[in-house]
């Protein structure tokens, strides 16, 4: 079907009222019927409104550093069992005690102090600290406290630094080698760390610290597992509040300047709100917990549904300025721009749908949610839209003269959608040309990107824990643990002698291995019994048996059919961790084929990382190769066009290569957040594209040259097109003030795509879609002009 468009003093007519099509199958008329029932729809909403309210109160927050790797594979099964049967590393508070007075006596007065009361704090079972090492084992004896009750002065004071700077339980362990730096480990209770009450302990603990190390002028830093969570929690709470404020605003402001009429503003900005609320209410009520990507659903939330609610109110607009009533403004306006916005939002989904078949269970989760809140989006607009109009808005006598000869800001635009069309239709085949060379340049710094992960990246960067870290990392080899858990055979002891020899040479092969320091495990007992001359097995039952029961499961469980050999690497890209997790696999290979029988397993976060990630963002990257492929088979199909398939590959792709570009160029590499943006924007970029078309075949003569229609389409949704890109842009680029690195990330990525997808949409798919069209023409009458076979 084609709609001729005309023209009134100089601005384009909307054109007749199209008749049913299906180009979505009639969908877009879910939005009449809150025009026909508008005092039900009202109630309707109301209700479903209050309803969602107590949907978002229901939201919490998930701040688990393993969610993204949580999958149904065997090295995420190993690891979720060193969790469940060796849990004192999500429980435990790193302080990170530093200065260059640190031995001095002052000082290590206030950090014993320190020491002492931060196991007063009530939510604590124990500390680890210099003052926890003892002086070697003497026959007969129990061991004395290597710091006496009383710091000695004056040279007794030398000799006692100078043994624990040697102790070996201490030195590259818990006091660095310079003296400058002190770990402390303070061991939380576990039915503490994930309630509302971590906040309250850690305040404490830093309040605690403060207070004993202030005239010492010593300095600490919090970080490990628990204060990590906390750390992420807060933020997510305050992107929230962030993204809902900043980016409706920025929306709103748009619109009401281009507008000029508050009512107008409501009308398009009004639905997506909405949306959001709805959206995010479904989300709690159906059990969604908010995590470092699903906090971004707000904003994605906002410029999926902004987009088409932008699109449909420009399009009512054009219709009351031609003097159509406001009831059929908004219908028709419906009817022209609703099967786009089917499309558009199906393009959106299909995004988050290509997400659904990741590994990761926080990737997997973020597509599912962000497939229903495309559906309600969809739904909040198509309906909405024209309900808000037809309430709201109040044409005057004459408004419609009246805006004809004041309408500044939209004109303005119109006027650059006329000059950047009939430029781009003048030579089609030359920029054409240009434009494939354009995207194959980019294709070609696309395909150099590679796989980065850093634990950092899920971690607040503004906070004490990444700063801590990296003085961990510089100075006691680093804060992330890796773990090799040690399984025995059946019926064997902890403490039989091939156990025990077992465990030695893992312990060995992991202080041997390059990049892996502070190695602790049974084996750091036994030799330090071993400097007082007792290392049997009788005698180190006795020890173990001795130390507090939250220091033994560290390395023992309750069953003591299994044990844990630890070490801690520095948190730096996968491309440099793996190949020291697959060096210690390869030396502990040997020593369990010495040992047979005993099951050997190189794991832990920081292992689970190095193997994963690179092959997690690889799957990724592929799928949006496919997602590419099906999209154009989609538009394609929906529009029932080859060219229009073939046109709309290249403005679709063109986003995605510009902003991996830019990532190849920062040497971000390819992260998690970054893909996930990238399969994402591909989709919401659709948008433009898509609208165009639609608009196109609704403007285009029969037979007439392409670029005729391109012109007068162009006209048409180009200056909604300019300002939801925009909107697009703001929405998602207020994203770059959170703390957390990854959202940054997804951020500036998705806002420079959404940029790219509306220079794609002006300079590539215009002349694209006219040679194209121009050789289909030429086709097409080449064929009616052949004579018929006899």
Same mark, same amino acid.
């Given at each position: 079907?084609?709609?001729?468009?005309?023209?009134?003093? #100089?601005r384009p007519l909307p054109g007749a009222v199209p008749q049913p099509d299906r180009l979505a199958f009639g969908i877009e008329r879910l939005g009449l019927v809150a025009l026909r029932f508008p005092t039900t729809a009202v109630l309707v909403l109301l209700a479903l409104c209050v309803g969602a309210t107590f949907g978002v109160m229901r939201l919490k927050v998930d701040d688990s550093l393993s969610q993204l790797f949580r999958a149904d594979t065997p090295e995420f099964r190993e690891y979720e069992t060193l969790s469940r049967r060796f849990p004192s590393s999500e429980f435990d508070v790193l302080l990170v005690v530093e200065g260059q007075n640190l031995l001095e006596r002052a000082s290590l007065e206030g950090l014993r102090d320190l020491v002492t009361d931060l196991q007063l704090i009530e939510g604590t079972r124990g500390v680890i600290s210099l003052f926890s090492a003892r002086a070697p084992p003497e026959r007969g004896r129990v061991p004395a406290a290597l710091f006496p009750e009383e710091l000695p002065e004056g040279g007794a004071y030398d000799d006692l630094i100078a043994r624990v700077? $040697?102790?070996?339980?201490?030195?590259?362990?818990?006091?660095?080698?310079d003296g400058h730096l002190a770990l402390v480990v303070l061991a939380l209770d576990p039915a503490v760390a994930g309630t509302p009450r971590l906040s309250e302990v850690v305040g404490e603990i830093r309040k605690v610290a403060s207070r004993d190390l202030g005239e010492t002028g010593l300095t600490v830093q919090l970080s490990g597992v628990p204060v990590m969570?906390?750390?992420?929690?807060?933020?997510?709470? %305050?992107? %929230?509040?962030?993204?809902?404020?900043?980016g409706f605003a920025a929306g709103s402001l748009i619109a009401i300047l281009f507008f000029q009429r508050l009512s107008f503003m409501v009308v398009a900005a009004g639905p997506p709100l909405i949306a959001i609320l709805l959206a995010l209410? $479904?989300?709690?009520?159906?059990?969604? %917990?908010?995590?470092?990507?699903?906090?971004?659903?707000? *904003?994605?939330?906002? =410029?999926?549904?902004? !987009?088409?609610?932008?699109?449909l109110t420009f399009a009512a607009r054009d219709r009351l300025i031609a003097g159509e009533t406001k009831h059929d403004a908004f219908r028709n306006a419906v009817l022209v721009v609703g099967p786009a916005c089917v499309l558009t939002h199906a393009a959106?989904?299909?995004?988050f749908a290509a997400l659904m078949f990741s590994e990761s269970d926080l990737i997997r989760t973020f597509g599912q949610a962000g497939l229903l809140s495309t559906l309600i989006a969809l739904l909040a607009v198509l309906t909405l839209v024209p309900l808000l109009g037809v309430l709201l808005t109040r044409p005057e006598p004459r408004a419609a003269d009246r805006n004809r000869r004041a309408d500044p800001g939209v004109d303005a635009l119109r006027a650059v959608c006329a000059w950047i069309a009939a430029r781009m239709t003048r030579r089609p085949g030359v920029y054409s040309l240009l434009c494939l060379a354009v995207v194959t340049l980019l294709a070609v710094a696309y395909a150099r990107l590679e796989p980065r992960y850093r634990l950092a990246d899920q971690v607040p960067d503004k906070h004490q824990t990444v700063a801590a870290n990296g003085r961990l990392d510089a100075q006691l080899t680093g804060a992330n643990p890796i773990d090799v858990l040690i399984e025995f055979p059946a019926g064997s002891s902890l403490y039989a002698p091939e156990t025990l020899a077992t465990i030695a040479e893992v312990h060995g092969a992991m202080e041997d291995q390059r990049g892996v320091g502070n190695v602790w495990s049974l084996e750091t007992l036994r030799r330090w019994l071993a400097a007082g001359g007792r290392s049997d097995p009788a005698v180190l039952r006795r020890y173990a048996e001795l130390l507090p029961p939250y220091l033994v499961r560290r390395f023992i469980p309750a069953e003591q059919d299994a044990t844990v050999v630890t070490g801690r690497v520095p948190d730096v890209e996968i491309d440099h961790l793996l190949p020291v997790t697959q060096e210690l696999e390869e030396d502990l290979a040997s020593v369990q084929a010495r040992h047979p029988g005993y099951r050997i397993s190189v794991t832990g976060l920081s292992a689970v990382a190095a193997r994963n990630s690179a092959s997690m963002i690889g799957r990724l990257n592929r799928s949006l190769t496919v997602e590419i492929v099906f999209m154009a088979l989609?538009?394609?199909?929906?529009? %029932?066009?080859?060219?229009?398939?073939?046109? !709309?590959?290249? *403005?679709?792709?063109? *986003? =995605?290569?510009?902003?991996?570009?830019?990532?190849?160029l920062r040497g971000d590499g390819l992260q998690f957040a970054s893909i996930v943006a990238?399969?994402? $924007?591909? #989709?919401?970029g659709l948008s433009a594209t898509i609208h165009f078309l639609n608009r196109l075949r609704l403007v285009s003569g029969i037979g007439e040259d392409p670029a005729l229609g391109v012109e007068r389409a162009t006209v048409l949704v180009g200056p909604a097109l300019i300002l939801t890109s925009l909107v697009l842009a703001c929405g998602l680029g207020v994203t770059v003030l959170s703390d957390l690195p990854s959202l940054r990330i997804f951020g500036w990525v998705s806002a420079l795509a959404m940029l790219a997808a509306l220079v794609a949409d002006l300079l590539i798919l215009r002349p694209t879609i006219t040679l194209l069209g121009r050789w289909r023409l030429s086709l097409a009458r080449r064929l009616r002009t052949q004579p018929h076979a006899v």
């Amino acid at each position: 079907m084609t709609v001729q468009e005309g023209k009134l003093e #100089g601005r384009p007519l909307p054109g007749a009222v199209p008749q049913p099509d299906r180009l979505a199958f009639g969908i877009e008329r879910l939005g009449l019927v809150a025009l026909r029932f508008p005092t039900t729809a009202v109630l309707v909403l109301l209700a479903l409104c209050v309803g969602a309210t107590f949907g978002v109160m229901r939201l919490k927050v998930d701040d688990s550093l393993s969610q993204l790797f949580r999958a149904d594979t065997p090295e995420f099964r190993e690891y979720e069992t060193l969790s469940r049967r060796f849990p004192s590393s999500e429980f435990d508070v790193l302080l990170v005690v530093e200065g260059q007075n640190l031995l001095e006596r002052a000082s290590l007065e206030g950090l014993r102090d320190l020491v002492t009361d931060l196991q007063l704090i009530e939510g604590t079972r124990g500390v680890i600290s210099l003052f926890s090492a003892r002086a070697p084992p003497e026959r007969g004896r129990v061991p004395a406290a290597l710091f006496p009750e009383e710091l000695p002065e004056g040279g007794a004071y030398d000799d006692l630094i100078a043994r624990v700077r $040697a102790n070996a339980i201490l030195r590259g362990k818990l006091l660095s080698e310079d003296g400058h730096l002190a770990l402390v480990v303070l061991a939380l209770d576990p039915a503490v760390a994930g309630t509302p009450r971590l906040s309250e302990v850690v305040g404490e603990i830093r309040k605690v610290a403060s207070r004993d190390l202030g005239e010492t002028g010593l300095t600490v830093q919090l970080s490990g597992v628990p204060v990590m969570q906390l750390e992420i929690r807060e933020a997510v709470e %305050r992107d %929230r509040l962030l993204y809902n404020g900043l980016g409706f605003a920025a929306g709103s402001l748009i619109a009401i300047l281009f507008f000029q009429r508050l009512s107008f503003m409501v009308v398009a900005a009004g639905p997506p709100l909405i949306a959001i609320l709805l959206a995010l209410g $479904a989300l709690g009520w159906l059990g969604f %917990r908010l995590n470092m990507f699903l906090n971004m659903m707000t *904003p994605l939330i906002m =410029v999926i549904s902004f !987009s088409d609610s932008m699109q449909l109110t420009f399009a009512a607009r054009d219709r009351l300025i031609a003097g159509e009533t406001k009831h059929d403004a908004f219908r028709n306006a419906v009817l022209v721009v609703g099967p786009a916005c089917v499309l558009t939002h199906a393009a959106a989904g299909f995004s988050f749908a290509a997400l659904m078949f990741s590994e990761s269970d926080l990737i997997r989760t973020f597509g599912q949610a962000g497939l229903l809140s495309t559906l309600i989006a969809l739904l909040a607009v198509l309906t909405l839209v024209p309900l808000l109009g037809v309430l709201l808005t109040r044409p005057e006598p004459r408004a419609a003269d009246r805006n004809r000869r004041a309408d500044p800001g939209v004109d303005a635009l119109r006027a650059v959608c006329a000059w950047i069309a009939a430029r781009m239709t003048r030579r089609p085949g030359v920029y054409s040309l240009l434009c494939l060379a354009v995207v194959t340049l980019l294709a070609v710094a696309y395909a150099r990107l590679e796989p980065r992960y850093r634990l950092a990246d899920q971690v607040p960067d503004k906070h004490q824990t990444v700063a801590a870290n990296g003085r961990l990392d510089a100075q006691l080899t680093g804060a992330n643990p890796i773990d090799v858990l040690i399984e025995f055979p059946a019926g064997s002891s902890l403490y039989a002698p091939e156990t025990l020899a077992t465990i030695a040479e893992v312990h060995g092969a992991m202080e041997d291995q390059r990049g892996v320091g502070n190695v602790w495990s049974l084996e750091t007992l036994r030799r330090w019994l071993a400097a007082g001359g007792r290392s049997d097995p009788a005698v180190l039952r006795r020890y173990a048996e001795l130390l507090p029961p939250y220091l033994v499961r560290r390395f023992i469980p309750a069953e003591q059919d299994a044990t844990v050999v630890t070490g801690r690497v520095p948190d730096v890209e996968i491309d440099h961790l793996l190949p020291v997790t697959q060096e210690l696999e390869e030396d502990l290979a040997s020593v369990q084929a010495r040992h047979p029988g005993y099951r050997i397993s190189v794991t832990g976060l920081s292992a689970v990382a190095a193997r994963n990630s690179a092959s997690m963002i690889g799957r990724l990257n592929r799928s949006l190769t496919v997602e590419i492929v099906f999209m154009a088979l989609f538009i394609g199909l929906a529009f %029932r066009s080859v060219v229009v398939g073939l046109a !709309s590959i290249l *403005p679709g792709i063109f *986003p =995605v290569l510009v902003s991996g570009t830019v990532l190849w160029l920062r040497g971000d590499g390819l992260q998690f957040a970054s893909i996930v943006a990238l399969t994402v $924007a591909y #989709g919401l970029g659709l948008s433009a594209t898509i609208h165009f078309l639609n608009r196109l075949r609704l403007v285009s003569g029969i037979g007439e040259d392409p670029a005729l229609g391109v012109e007068r389409a162009t006209v048409l949704v180009g200056p909604a097109l300019i300002l939801t890109s925009l909107v697009l842009a703001c929405g998602l680029g207020v994203t770059v003030l959170s703390d957390l690195p990854s959202l940054r990330i997804f951020g500036w990525v998705s806002a420079l795509a959404m940029l790219a997808a509306l220079v794609a949409d002006l300079l590539i798919l215009r002349p694209t879609i006219t040679l194209l069209g121009r050789w289909r023409l030429s086709l097409a009458r080449r064929l009616r002009t052949q004579p018929h076979a006899v």
